[in-house]
C-alpha cells in the first residue's frame, strides 16, 4: 500500500521514538518506558489502520458512487459500462455489479403506442 508522505513521515518519527523508548526500557528504565513503548505501537498501528480504511474508503466511492454514462447498444439495449452486462432503463446502479448509471444524453426508447379498435 502506498503511503502518503505526510504519514510516511509521522510513522518514521515514531519509529525512531519507538527505537529510542525501547533503548530505555532495556537500561532498566522506569516502567513509563514500557507504556510509552506500548503506547507508540498502538498509534503506529492507528496510523496504518486509518490510512488502509481512507483508500478502501475512497475505492468504494469510486466503483459505486462515481456515475459512468450506459452504453447504448442498439434499439433498447443498454449495458453497463463497467460490467458490460445488459443495464434497464433509467435504473440508477447497474443491477449486476452495482456501478451507479448516467442516462444523460441517452436516446429515450420510443414505445409504440397500439391502435385501439
Known amino acids: 500500500m502506498k503511503k502518503s508522505k505526510n504519514y510516511q513521515k509521522i510513522i ?3 519509529e525512531n521514538l519507538y527505537i529510542h523508548v525501547s533503548e530505555m526500557a ?3 528504565g522506569d516502567e513509563i518506558w514500557s507504556k510509552d513503548k506500548k503506547a507508540l505501537q498502538e498509534a503506529i498501528g492507528i496510523i496504518d489502520d486509518y ?3 481512507t483508500e478502501q474508503t475512497a475505492q468504494l466511492v469510486q466503483r459505486y458512487e462515481v456515475g459512468a454514462k450506459v452504453i447504448h ?3 433498447d ?3 453497463c459500462p463497467n ?5 434497464r432503463h ?3 446502479y447497474c443491477h449486476w455489479c452495482g456501478k451507479k448509471l448516467i442516462w444523460d444524453s441517452v436516446p429515450v426508447p420510443q414505445r409504440k403506442a397500439k391502435k385501439k379498435k
Open 12 to 14: 518514521s518519527q515514531l
Open 90 to 92: 433509467n435504473h440508477a
Open 73 to 75: 447498444r442498439d434499439m
Open 77 to 79: 439495449i443498454y449495458t
Open 51 to 53: 490510512e488502509k480504511a
Open 83 to 87: 460490467c458490460g452486462r445488459r443495464a
Open 26 to 28: 532495556k537500561d532498566g
